[in-house]
């Protein structure tokens, strides 16, 4: 079992609609998670952090994080072209030593 | 402000060689992480530093090596050089006290 989980994709929606990415961890001493967004030959770019159970919007970005079922998801809404990209997810266990594991990324297709 | 800064941009080394590579924390982090990331994964975790102090090591081989200076800027150090090291090097500062990573755009490492 990988550490951080993601559905490699492609996942394609069409523009305006309301892409959905999701991502499951295994160790429960994890905080921390992320959501990072990477283009191609690009290095990967802060989008959303969350800490606490519950939901946290930005924009058009609403990511979700639920411990008890050690489940990370973000909502992208108004999807655009320029939203295409690999995203990827991230835990950070930062008690008995720090550590960060990042998913494999989930490519994102936005239709025009 | 200046984002975190790598160099060298691109590398080419020989199998057996010695490598080192450079980054520059956006000014006021004291964290400075390293990734090796290859195609089609996401990011591996390699050191994190923090005030100079190593505070994580993720499962590379002793060949890696990495330490952070007064400044806070950082050098990561690959000895033996294989052929499966032939990837992206990355590198995120953190602020104090918050776990959010800002990545440099990298160094692309080949060896042959």
């Known amino acids: 079992q990988k550490e951080v989980e993601q559905n490699s994709g492609p996942l394609s929606v069409p523009e305006g609609a309301i892409a959905s990415l999701n991502c499951t961890y295994s160790?429960?001493?994890?905080?921390?998670f992320f959501w990072y967004r990477q283009y191609s030959g690009k290095s990967p770019e802060l989008i959303m952090s969350?800490?606490?159970?519950g939901d946290k919007e930005d924009g058009r970005f609403t990511a979700q994080l639920n411990k008890a079922s050690q489940y990370v998801s973000l909502l992208i809404r108004d999807s655009q072209p320029s939203d295409s990209a690999t995203y990827l997810c991230a835990a950070i266990r930062d008690t008995g030593g720090f550590k960060t594991i990042f998913g494999a990324g989930t490519r994102l297709f936005v239709k025009a | 402000d200046a984002g975190v800064t790598q160099s060298p941009t691109h590398l080419i080394k020989t199998r057996g060689q010695q490598v080192t590579l450079r980054c520059s924390p956006i000014s006021g982090h004291k964290s400075v992480s390293w990734y090796q990331q290859v195609l089609g994964q996401g990011p591996q975790f390699i050191f994190q530093y923090y005030e100079k102090e190593e505070r994580g090591r993720g499962n590379f081989p002793d060949r890696f090596s990495a330490r952070q200076f007064p400044n806070y800027s950082s050098e990561l150090n690959v000895n033996a050089l294989l052929l499966g090291d032939s990837a992206l090097y990355l590198c995120a500062s953190s602020p104090l006290n918050a776990n959010e990573q800002y990545f440099g755009p990298g160094t692309r490492l080949t060896v042959t």
């Open positions: 969350i800490y606490s159970n």
């Open positions: 160790d429960r001493g994890s905080q921390s």
